[in-house]
Structures are given as structure tokens and as C-alpha cells.
């Protein structure tokens, strides 16, 4: 089985559809069928959560954001504790010029030995070259 660490432009992705859904959907995909295992830092839900407060403004009510929350919660996401890998993701993000919360998902993926897929062209563009393991949505 394939693991693999997701960030929240991937995720994001399952459940408001925008450009790449269909790519992004792949990993959903896998993981409702077994056939991947995806780990994701706390810190995503934090992300989500402010991702689906942001969406209010586009007319998404409390109601279809707790559902849209529950669905979330009911996948079968191995989610680590993002507070273990803080430290060092400060750290990478001085060294790098990334958010911290971008250095928290790349180390946690260099952590496991897997992949990181994003979809955030910034953080690829930052430090895809230094950071073989970070790959763009594709």
C-alpha cells in the first residue's frame, strides 16, 4: 500500500470543486478504496475548517460546511498531531522562505519516506528542486 502526505490545496479539492478537483479526486479514490494510506498533520483540519468559514462568502451555510466537515471526519485519514513536527517546520520555513504550515506537511512527508502532493505551485516552486519528494497535482 502507498502512503502518501496530502496538503489542504489537495483535500480542499474533495470537497469544493474548483480547477483539479478531478485530478485530486484520484487520491480520494485511493483511499476509499484501500489502495493508498494518507497521512495528514492536524493541522489540516485547522485549514479546512478556516477554508470553510472563508467559503461563506461564496454562500456555503453552517449547515452544508458541518456536513461537509463530517464527511471530512468520516475518511479514513491517519491525521499526526502537527505540534511534534512545529519545531523543526519553523525551522525549514527560516531556512526555505515557506510558511510554516507548508514546512509542516513537506517534513512530515520526509519524515514517512513518501511523497507530498500539493497543489500549491508556490510551495513546489520553493522547494521542489531541494525537496524531491514534494510533487505538484498532477
Known sequence: MVTRVLDTSVV?????KEEGSDRADRYLDELTDGFCHIVVPSLLLYELASVFWEQ???G???TEAMSLWAALRALPLTVVSWEEILPRALGMSFRHGIS???ATFVLLARDLGCELITADRD????VGERCSWVKILG
Open 60 to 62: 456555503l451555510g453552517d
Open 56 to 58: 461563506r462568502r461564496h
Open 12 to 16: 480542499v479539492k474533495w470537497f469544493l
Open 100 to 102: 510554516t504550515n507548508d
Open 123 to 126: 510551495l513546489y516552486d520553493g
